[in-house]
């Protein structure tokens, strides 16, 4: 019952942290944004590392797969994120977050399927097709809908950055398959999002000129709630998650977080003010649905 919850509220963190990032891209540039969320959960994964006796497993990492990690955080989060986050700024977060995280389990499993040998059965099949349907749904039938008392469409350009997105995360997710062999999964953590954040600053420290990085024009607000949302992320979620996993097994866990994508839905209405189309709607279930297939 323990480790369902904590699923349950890494799931939660997740799609928080998805609403607070959405509401900031207007005020922040995709760049400050994620490389201020990057430098917390940075400095909690750091803090937290030595606290918990693996200092020494973090110190003495072999070199090659922390090659692989590093490779894998970068593409992740300095990429990845940063291509999801840009999604927001022109999708709502009920329709950028189930397209971006439905489609990554999916393009794992398939890169497994294709590239690692794993077995593809016809329940993952079918969970695919599911996925692609719900993304259609969401991406293309939403299109043709009325969201308000106005006719609004959804942004191509967005559900685009929102696939490569997944993409990213997968392309990541293989690499760190390769590297976190016998690597503690917070050693893991803690070597790919400080390294994320390196790489982000070193970019953002070259476009200063151009407004990146300028925390005076922010307002204490906005920071607040990005650090926020790297407290969610990186805090709360990653500790969730495997805590999660060491309690009730991988396949639980992450049938459970799969739920994060319905949990957008109420917090985009209720905070964000959106108002979701019944295709958004149908299509964040059946989405939600083809993962637990996928995955199961």
Known sequence: MLGAGIAILTAL???GSSIILKSLTAKIDTL???TLRLWVGSVILLAFIPLSGRGADFLHTP??????VIASGIIAMAIGDSIYIESLSVLDASIAFPIAQCSFPVLTVLVAVLLLGETFTWITGAGTVLVVLGIYLIAAAGKRAKVSRVQETVSEKGVIFALMAAAAWTTAAATLKIGVTDMDAFVAAGIRIPASAIVLSLLALRRRKKGTLQFKEYGHRSIALAAAAG???YGVA????VTAIQLIGVGRTVLLTTTAPLFVLPFSI???KETPTRYTIAGTFVCVAGICLVVA
């Open 270 to 272: 209720l905070i964000l």
């Open 238 to 241: 990653a500790v969730g998650y």
């Open 13 to 15: 963190a997740w799609a």
């Open 63 to 68: 070199f090659l797969p922390l090659v692989y």
């Open 32 to 34: 400050s944004l994620n």
């Open 231 to 233: 407290i969610l992320t």
